[in-house]
């Protein structure tokens, strides 16, 4: 069983995206693209090593689909001027009005989705996934005590 969790999860994430993949398609985005929309869509401006954990892109990826972006001016990075080693990322109004005309779209494949498996079993699969998630959250607190720990002694 402890092998297949992950195919699994796998298998649900393509199902699930089969909803999405249409409309996404149709806006001329990718799903990374979508999901750094979508995170920047509810943050005005939001720092890069940020905007990388909550969109599940790794960092050298993110900059590469960051720049297409700003090129398709659809984000635009910002350095602060008292710490050149940060950068934040925002949408630009061509960026938001994207997320404005797809977000109907995918609230439609969201119903599809319950319709088909009903808002119950919804809200189970999302309230297990968050207390799954939440395990790596307790593991990542501890490491970090456990290093800090270990650079005091």
């Given at each position: 069983?402890?092998e297949?969790l992950?195919?699994?999860?796998?298998?649900?994430?393509e199902t699930?995206?089969?909803?999405?993949?249409?409309?996404l398609k149709?806006?001329?985005?990718?799903e990374?693209?979508?999901?750094?929309?979508?995170?920047l869509?509810?943050?005005?401006?939001?720092?890069?090593?940020?905007?990388a954990?909550?969109?599940?892109?790794?960092?050298?990826?993110l900059?590469?689909?960051?720049t297409r972006?700003?090129?398709?001016?659809l984000?635009?990075?910002?350095?602060?001027?008292?710490?050149?080693?940060?950068?934040f990322?925002?949408?630009?109004q061509?960026?938001?009005?994207?997320?404005?005309?797809?977000?109907a779209?995918?609230?439609q494949?969201?119903?599809?989705i319950e319709?088909?498996f009903s808002t119950?079993k919804m809200n189970?699969?999302?309230?297990l996934?968050d207390?799954?998630?939440?395990?790596?959250?307790g593991t990542?607190?501890?490491n970090a005590?456990?290093?800090?720990a270990?650079?005091?002694?």
């Amino acid at each position: 069983m402890h092998e297949s969790l992950t195919i699994a999860l796998l298998q649900a994430r393509e199902t699930a995206m089969g909803f999405f993949r249409p409309i996404l398609k149709r806006h001329n985005l990718t799903e990374q693209q979508w999901r750094i929309i979508r995170v920047l869509a509810d943050n005005r401006s939001i720092d890069f090593h940020e905007l990388a954990c909550k969109t599940c892109i790794l960092r050298p990826s993110l900059t590469g689909i960051l720049t297409r972006m700003e090129r398709d001016e659809l984000i635009f990075r910002l350095k602060p001027v008292n710490d050149q080693r940060k950068l934040f990322v925002s949408l630009t109004q061509r960026g938001l009005s994207v997320y404005d005309e797809a977000r109907a779209e995918v609230e439609q494949g969201y119903c599809a989705i319950e319709s088909a498996f009903s808002t119950e079993k919804m809200n189970q699969l999302l309230t297990l996934l968050d207390e799954f998630i939440a395990l790596t959250e307790g593991t990542e607190k501890e490491n970090a005590l456990e290093e800090t720990a270990q650079a005091s002694h």
